[in-house]
Each structure stands twice: as structure tokens, then as C-alpha cells.
């Protein structure tokens, strides 16, 4: 499927009208085919996909009380916030598309907890200091210009209570080469410059994740201040490499990623740096092959087969090659047995 870009002539629409006018397309055109994920194929699989996403992304390391406020940030058509429906008291969701917001209300009709507004990408209808979580899934990466996000990272530190959460993903990938930012392919940050924009806005940094890949995954948390509101209904389970796993990672990776155990650790460098000899030596590799192997270097097992028929398949189709290693990092399965929350 042709996936519907913004206009190209530059200044002719803003960053706000191109983004609503082109996610209402897409909606039009397939709502669940570009919010899933590749789980779109039947109704059912895309509403599991939700409750499995929110679990394994947006909810992982977090302890989070059911009588928690949250907010989605870019909700489409209710995908998570079906389930988070279902843990929370208060699930809000917005969306720059109206026809998004469209479908959610029909999905998710009868449940009483949820509020869905469409947003021109500020948060006006949520109150100061009303929240315990504000979260968003696959959709800053859509997003075309940096002040769009600058300005979810101030509304959210308006809405959000003292130690209240912010998680969030963005595209964390280098510009290699020069281009143009779209609706689709939207901009990218690196892991220092999103570190200090959030750090300027009342955040505290309790996690990061993913640097130099699509998913750079940020937990930030709101300070405390005089006069604000704070919350005990969500708390961050701080998360630490497990030394005989990374080990054993960096082993796989080769001697060369041994060697930078040390700056690993410091964060000088990021795990996906080290992973780059793995893309370029796979390079001349069959699809099916190549996905063997980059499951068995950065999980250390053999793929399940519906694993490999998938990035294979997305290889065939034309997909790069990295985005296989940035999932498999992103992954629950890799956090959970590379870099587990602390117990208790």
C-alpha cells in the first residue's frame, strides 16, 4: 500500500495542518494498517497487539495504581487505550486526526473512564497537575517538526503531578544523509539532545533506552515543586544491566564490543554503535539467514518462526536491514533478560 506523504513545497502547509490532513487519510484509507505494527491483518490481532504494546512498552518497569490518571498522547483509533482502560480510572487520549478520533470514540464506546479529544498539539483540555502518566507510543517519530514536540514535552510537564511520568518514544537514528522530515518520517533526536530538552521543561531522566536506533525510549520524571500537586500512584522500578548477560551479549557481539564494556556502561556509547558490524557483515546474507543471526547475537537463541517469516518478509519488501537489530533491542524479551527492573 502507497503510503500517503505530505506535501513537498515547503511553507505551504504548516507542521499542524500536514500532519491532520494527512493522518486523516491514512485512517480513511486504513486506520489499523498504519497504527499496528504489522498486526493489522484481522481485527482481532490488532486489538491484542494493544494490550501486548502496552504491557511490553508502556507499562514495563512501571508500577501504576488503579486509581491513576493517564493520558495518550497520539491514541488512533483506541489500540492501547482499550486496555489501559482496564487499569486505570481515568484513560484520556488525543489525536491530531479527527477521523482517529472518530473511530476511537466508536470503539471504545461504553466505557465510561475514557476521554478522547482531538488536538491541534497541546493539551488545553487536561488540567494543570491532574496527571500520573502521560505516554506515547510509535508517534513522535511521525511527527515533522521539532517545535511540534518541544511543545507535548511542555504541556506535559504542565499536566502532569510532582513525580509523575513521561514516557515516551522517539526516532533516535543519526542523520546520515540530508532530507526533508514528513508526516511519516519525522524527525530525529539524539539521546543527549532529548536528555536535555526534557531535563530544561522539569523532568528528571529515570531511563533511556535504545540509543541510535528508531526506538530511543525515554522515562522521564516530574520534579516536585512548591504548589504542585503530587502523586503516589506510579512509581518507575529503576532497571541495571545484569553483568553476566551483558557479558555473554558483548561476547557474541565480538571483541571489539568487549573492549567497550566500560564506555557501555558510562554511557558514552550506545549498544546499537556496538551492533553495527553485525548489520554490515549481514549485509550480503539471505533475509531469512540474516534474521537467524541477529537473533541469535543479540537474544542468544534461534528465532521463533514467526519472528523470522516477519523480518524476513520486511526485508523482502524493502525495509532495511536495521530495523531488525533496532526492534530486537527495543524488545520486552531484551529488557527482560539483558536489563531487568530491580525487584521489589
Same mark, same amino acid.
Given at each position: ?28 484509507q !486504513? ?35 488503579p486509581?491513576?490518571a ?9 489500540r ?27 470503539a ?6 475514557v476521554?478522547?479529544?482531538r ?7 487536561i488540567?494543570d ?8 507510543h510509535i ?14 514535552? !511542555?504541556?506535559?510537564?504542565r499536566v =502532569?503531578?510532582g513525580?509523575?511520568?513521561f514516557?515516551?518514544?522517539?526516532d ?15 524527525? +530525529?533526536?539524539?539521546a ?8 530544561e ?10 540509543e ?6 525515554v522515562?522521564?520524571?516530574? +520534579? ?7 502523586t503516589?500512584?506510579?512509581r ?5 544491566w545484569?553483568p ?8 557474541r ?11 557501555l ?8 554503535? =556496538?551492533?553495527?558490524p ?5 549485509r550480503?546474507?539471505?533475509p531469512?539467514e540474516?534474521?537467524? +543471526? ?5 537474544l542468544g ?6 519472528g ?10 524493502g525495509?532495511a536491514?536495521?530495523?531488525?537489530? !533496532?526492534c530486537?533491542?527495543?524488545? !520486552? ?12
Amino acid at each position: 500500500m502507497r503510503i500517503p506523504y505530505a506535501r513537498s513545497l515547503a511553507g505551504l502547509f504548516s507542521a499542524r495542518r500536514r500532519m491532520r490532513e494527512d493522518w486523516d487519510l491514512r485512517a480513511r484509507q !486504513d486506520a489499523r494498517f498504519y497504527i499496528d505494527c504489522g498486526h493489522g491483518a484481522t481485527e482481532e490481532g490488532f486489538w491484542r497487539s494493544g494490550e501486548e504494546d502496552l504491557r511490553q512498552y508502556v507499562l514495563r518497569g512501571l508500577e501504576l495504581d488503579p486509581s491513576a490518571a493517564a493520558l495518550e498522547i497520539g491514541c488512533g483509533i483506541g489500540r492501547l487505550l482499550r486496555p489501559l482502560s482496564e487499569r486505570v480510572a481515568a484513560a484520556n487520549g488525543v489525536d491530531i486526526s479527527g477521523e482517529m478520533i472518530a473511530r476511537a470514540r466508536a470503539a471504545l464506546a461504553g466505557r465510561p473512564n475514557v476521554r478522547l479529544e482531538r488536538t491541534d498539539g497541546d493539551l488545553g483540555a487536561i488540567a494543570d497537575a491532574s496527571l500520573d502518566l502521560v505516554y506515547s507510543h510509535i508517534v513522535f517519530q511521525h511527527v515533522p517538526d521539532r517545535r511540534a514536540l518541544l511543545r507535548y514535552f !511542555d504541556e506535559a510537564a504542565r499536566v =502532569l503531578k510532582g513525580g509523575g511520568v513521561f514516557r515516551f518514544q522517539v526516532d533516535g537514528r543519526p542523520e546520515r544523509t540530508p532530507r526533508v522530515a514528513g508526516t511519516w518520517d519525522g524527525v +530525529r533526536w539524539s539521546a543527549e539532545e532529548v536528555r536535555a530538552r526534557v531535563a530544561e521543561r522539569g523532568f528528571d531522566v529515570a531511563d533511556l533506552s535504545g540509543e541510535g536506533t528508531q526506538y530511543l525510549w525515554v522515562t522521564a520524571v516530574r +520534579r516536585q515543586e512548591a504548589g504542585r500537586a503530587a502523586t503516589a500512584a506510579i512509581r518507575v522500578r529503576p532497571r541495571a544491566w545484569d553483568p553476566k548477560a551483558l557479558d555473554a551479549l558483548l561476547a557474541r557481539l565480538g571483541p571489539g564490543a568487549s573492549a567497550e564494556r566500560a564506555r557501555l556502561l558510562s554511557g558514552e556509547i550506545g549498544l546499537r554503535a =556496538l551492533a553495527e558490524p553485525l548489520v554490515r557483515d549481514g549485509r550480503t546474507l539471505a533475509p531469512r539467514e540474516y534474521v537467524a +543471526r541477529v537473533y541469535r547475537t543479540l537474544l542468544g537463541r534461534e528465532p521463533d518462526e514467526g519472528g523470522l517469516a516477519f523480518y524476513a518478509g520486511e526485508i523482502e519488501q524493502g525495509i532495511a536491514r536495521t530495523n531488525v537489530v !533496532d526492534c530486537l533491542l527495543a524488545s !520486552d524479551e531484551f529488557d527482560a533478560s539483558h536489563r531487568p527492573p530491580a525487584a521489589g
